[in-house]
């Protein structure tokens, strides 16, 4: 099993600051690597599929990157409603794979 | 616009049975692949369980493995979760979920999850 090892687990910014969010994988993904967004209460959303691609509707502050093992979630400049629980997933092999979340507050 | 509405959870006593439905709207079911995906209270996501738009594969977490089956019903547009055995670690809200592709991709689309609860 391809384990999902996320940092920092919690993140704590203002509004209009830079967010930085890593996810690691125990063994290569390639470019399988997805993440979501969820708010309390909420579904969560796809962000950014197969390392870097932009779901339908999200906005431009949001990016990702990186290959194989390490991956990265950028937020340009938080906004009130990125605050939320953030969470990576692999597709590269079974069984799929969440990581354990990165909580992104209001500092 | 894209909807998934589950259905079917409740509450039951550990190594009993229940079985989950999930029925999309507004895109061609059987084209493709879904995924079951769960949270337990105050915890993170888990995959389940996932199926190809045909239903000919499916994917189990080692959790539920021999204990869950996925299966899909094309012509009823239907999803389902079948769980026996159930036991306490298996309490969550679950998700049903589109994936992108006719066999594999992310899951581009998720219904609001219906909460499962087992005990006694």
């Known amino acids: 099993e391809i384990v999902l090892t996320q940092s920092p687990a919690t993140l704590s910014l203002s509004p209009g600051e830079r967010a930085t969010l890593s996810c690691r994988t125990s063994?290569?993904?390639?470019?399988?690597l997805a993440w979501y967004q969820q708010k309390p209460g909420q579904a969560p959303r796809l962000i950014i599929y197969?390392?870097?691609n932009r779901a339908t509707g999200i906005p431009a502050r949001f990016s990702g990157g990186g290959s194989g093992t390490d991956f990265t979630l950028t937020i340009s400049s938080l906004e009130p409603e990125d605050f939320a629980v953030y969470y990576c997933?692999?597709?590269?092999?079974?069984?799929?794979?969440f990581g354990g979340g990165t909580k992104v507050e209001i500092k | 616009e894209v909807q998934l509405l589950e259905s079917g959870g409740g509450l039951v006593q550990p190594g009993g049975s229940l079985r989950l439905s999930c029925e999309p709207s507004?895109?061609?079911?059987?084209?493709?692949?879904m995924s079951w995906v769960r949270q337990a209270p105050g915890k993170g996501l888990e995959w389940v369980s996932a199926?190809?738009?045909?239903?000919?594969?499916?994917y189990y977490a080692d959790s539920v493995k021999g204990r869950f089956t996925i299966s899909r019903d094309n012509s009823k547009n239907t999803l389902y979760l079948q769980m026996s055995s159930l036991r306490a670690e298996d309490t969550a809200l679950y998700y049903c979920?589109?994936?992108?592709?006719?066999?594999?991709?992310?899951?581009?689309?998720w219904g609001q999850g219906t909460l499962v609860t087992v005990s006694s």
């Open positions: 979920a589109k994936r992108m592709g006719v066999d594999s991709g992310p899951s581009d689309y």
């Open positions: 507004g895109f061609t079911f059987s084209n493709y692949a």
């Open positions: 199926i190809s738009a045909s239903g000919g594969s499916t």
């Open positions: 063994q290569s993904v390639r470019g399988y």
């Open positions: 197969d390392a870097s």
């Open positions: 997933q692999q597709r590269r092999d079974w069984p799929l794979t």
